[in-house]
């Protein structure tokens, strides 16, 4: 059974930085590619980064660049998400998601409020 459990959101204030976590389990984490969407109120889902199976090749939406890094530990089964310099826009339900074999798999999500 494909399990993708997200950690690591919280408050913070402007100019802050979090980093998020994805741990998987039930399938072959090092053949997949990972991303990490979000979805703020109101707002339809986007996705913010992407990566690779081998983490070769990453992207990024043109908001986050610069700030924002994907990256992952095929040991741990985890992809991560380090946000630096948040800006109350970033503040939404992060998901991270993965698609095997034509099915999607998603997270529960976990809340990132950046306000001062």
């Known amino acids: 059974q494909v399990q993708l459990v997200e950690s690591g959101g919280g408050l913070v204030q402007p100019g802050e930085s979090l980093r998020l976590s994805c741990t998987t389990s039930?399938?072959?984490?090092?053949?997949?590619?990972m991303r990490w969407y979000r979805q703020a109120p109101g707002k339809e889902r986007e996705l913010v980064a992407g990566?690779?199976?081998?983490?070769?090749?990453?992207n990024y939406v043109d908001s986050v660049k610069g700030r924002f890094t994907i990256s992952r530990d095929n040991a741990k089964n985890t992809v991560y998400l380090q946000m630096n310099s948040l800006k109350p826009e970033d503040t939404a339900v992060y998901y991270c998601?993965?698609?095997?074999w034509g099915n999607g798999y998603w997270g529960q999500g976990t809340q990132v409020t950046v306000s001062s």
């Open positions: 990566i690779s199976s081998s983490g070769d090749s990453r």
């Open positions: 039930g399938f072959t984490f090092s053949m997949y590619a």
């Open positions: 998601y993965t698609n095997r």
